[in-house]
C-alpha cells in the first residue's frame, strides 16, 4: 500500500502481480503484461502486449517500450521527470501505423499513470498535437492554456461558433459570460475558461464526434492530469486497467 494523499488521508494504491525496480532513483515497473481486447479492431485479435520502463542518458529521462508477443516494438513514449513532482510525457509514438486505435497509446498511458501514482507525483502534462486532443481528453487530461487570448480562440472557434447546436449551447452561453466577466482575476478567468473547453472535449468524445473533421483541434495546446484526478476518477481508471487486463488497482 502506498500513500498517495499528501495530507495523509486514506486514500492509497495496491499492487499484485507487477514487479519493480530502482531505476535511475526512481520507482520503476519492470515489466507489466497486458492485452489489447478482442475485437479492438476486426483485423487485429486479442494479443499479449508487455510494458516496460528504460533509462536514458539523461538521468532524469525514461522510455516506455511496448512489445507485442513476437517480440516486436509497437509503441514508444518518452517521459522526463521534473522537480519530483512532475511526469511529462514527450511523445507517444504508435510504431506500428496499422495498430492506430487498437489501444497501444492507452496503454502507455496507463503506464505514465503508474509511474506517477508510485512516485507520488503531482500531475502529467504533455504538449497535445491538434488531432491527439481528444484521444488525451478521453482520459481525463485537462487543457491548460496559458495565454489568454488563444485560450478565447479556442473557446470562439471551437464552442461559440457551434452555439445552434443544441449539444453546447449551454457551453456557448458560458463562453459568452466568461467573455464579459471583467470582475476577475487573470488566473481564475484561464481556470474558469481551460474549464469550459474541457468539457467540451467531454462531450465531443461522449457524442463520439471525435473522429470527425468539423471537430477537429488545430493547433493544439498544453494538457494535464493531476494525481487528484486520477483518484477522483479511480473506478474510470480501474476500468481501464481490468480491460488492458494490467494487475493493478486504485483503491481508497
Not at 467540451?200 to 488545430?218: D, G, M, P, V
Amino acid at each position: 500500500m502506498i500513500n498517495l494523499d499528501s495530507t495523509q488521508t486514506n486514500k492509497n494504491i495496491s499492487f499484485k502481480q507487477i514487479p519493480f525496480q530502482k531505476l535511475n532513483g526512481i520507482k520503476a515497473f519492470s515489466e507489466i503484461h497486458c492485452i489489447t481486447p478482442a475485437k479492438t479492431l476486426e483485423h487485429i485479435p486479442s494479443k499479449d502486449y508487455f510494458l516496460r520502463i528504460e533509462r536514458d542518458y539523461v538521468p532524469e529521462k525514461f522510455h516506455l517500450e511496448l512489445d507485442n508477443d513476437d517480440f516486436e516494438n509497437i509503441g514508444s513514449s518518452e517521459i522526463e521527470l521534473k522537480n519530483n513532482k512532475t511526469l511529462y510525457n514527450h511523445n507517444i509514438d504508435v510504431i506500428k501505423k496499422s495498430l492506430r486505435h487498437s489501444g497501444t497509446g492507452s496503454i502507455m498511458h496507463l503506464g505514465h499513470i503508474i509511474t506517477m501514482l508510485e512516485n507520488g507525483m503531482d500531475k502529467i502534462e504533455l504538449y497535445s498535437l491538434g488531432e491527439a486532443v481528444h484521444f488525451h481528453s478521453k482520459f481525463k487530461f485537462e487543457p491548460a492554456i496559458k495565454d489568454i487570448q488563444s485560450l478565447n480562440d479556442f473557446l470562439q472557434l471551437d464552442i461559440l461558433s457551434k452555439a445552434d447546436d443544441k449539444r453546447f449551447n449551454r457551453l456557448a452561453k458560458k463562453v459568452i459570460n466568461w467573455n464579459s466577466n471583467q470582475d476577475t482575476s487573470l488566473q481564475n478567468k484561464l481556470k474558469e475558461g481551460n474549464q469550459i473547453l474541457y468539457e467540451y472535449l467531454q462531450i465531443i468524445n461522449q457524442q463520439k464526434l471525435n473522429r470527425l473533421r468539423k471537430y477537429q483541434i488545430s493547433p493544439g495546446f498544453n494538457m494535464v492530469l493531476t494525481r487528484e484526478k486520477v483518484i477522483e476518477n479511480k473506478d474510470f481508471y480501474n476500468n481501464l486497467f481490468k480491460k488492458y487486463g494490467i494487475d493493478y488497482e486504485i483503491s481508497s
